[in-house]
T-cell receptor, first 113, second 114 residues
Framework: QKEVEQDPGPLSVPEGAIVSLNCTYS??????FMWYRQYSRKGPELLMY????GNKEDGRFTAQVDKSSKYISLFIRDSQPSDSATYLC?????????????FGKGTKLTVNP | GAGVSQTPSNKVTEKGKYVELRCDPI?????LYWYRQSLGQGPEFLIY????????DSGLPNDRFFAVRPEGSVSTLKIQRTERGDSAVYLC????????????FGQGTRLTVV
């Protein structure tokens, strides 16, 4: 079993839809959770960052972390064609532990106009 | 610079050749990371530098891979005797320091071994 599991999709939605992306993980040491957006042939771009459990909202994006279930989510409201990209979840342990980010496979999202 | 810069953006090399990939981190960032991303996969960790020293090289797949950061800024990833399986996008990221959890990625170097 991989440390981080993410359904690769692809996911196709109409413009304006609410998109739900999620990852599960097995390592209880993970404390920092990120979502990156990656456009084709580009590097990952940091979208959201959450420490421990809870919700975080930034514009149309909401990140949720449920450490008890080892489950994280990213919601995109009022999705736009420009949101079409691959979304990668990533996580890291606590300070003093490993500094490496562990990524999911990424979910490819297409928002159709 | 404004962001993490990686050169070259694309590199095609013959099997068995030696390659060097360069990463210029964001100015002032002391932490630097190398990741490798194969098609359809998420990035996989290779090595982490804090300053000039490699603090964690546990992700390097074998001894053909080596990375340096002699002055604590620019880093070079070196691959000897390249194999077709080394073909991937090599990503570099930097963060302000060890305590910062925010890593910013470059555009990557697409390496193709033919």
């Amino acid at each position: 079993q991989k440390e981080v599991e993410q359904d690769p999709g692809p996911l196709s939605v109409p413009e304006g839809a609410i998109v739900s992306l999620n990852c599960t993980y097995s390592n209880s040491a993970f404390q920092y959770f990120m979502w990156y957006r990656q456009y084709s042939r580009k590097g990952p771009e940091l979208l959201m960052y959450t420490y421990s459990s809870g919700n975080k909202e930034d514009g149309r994006f909401t990140a949720q972390v449920d450490k008890s279930s080892k489950y994280i989510s990213l919601f995109i409201r009022d999705s736009q064609p420009s949101d079409s990209a691959t979304y990668l979840c990533a996580m890291k342990g606590s300070q003093g532990g490993s500094e490496k980010l562990v990524f999911g496979k990424g979910t490819k999202l297409t928002v159709n106009p | 610079g404004a962001g993490v810069s990686q050169t070259p953006s694309n590199k095609v090399t013959e099997k068995g050749k030696y390659v060097e990939l360069r990463c210029d981190p964001i100015s002032g960032h002391t932490a630097l990371y190398w990741y490798r991303q194969s098609l359809g996969q998420g990035p996989e960790f290779l090595i982490y530098f804090q300053g000039t020293g490699a603090a964690d090289d546990s992700g390097l797949p074998n001894d053909r891979f080596f990375a340096v950061r002699p002055e604590g800024s620019v880093s070079t990833l070196k691959i000897q005797r390249t194999e077709r399986g080394d073909s991937a996008v090599y990503l570099c990221a930097s963060s302000l320091n060890r305590e910062s959890r925010l890593a910013f990625f470059g555009q990557g170097t697409r390496l193709t071994v033919v």
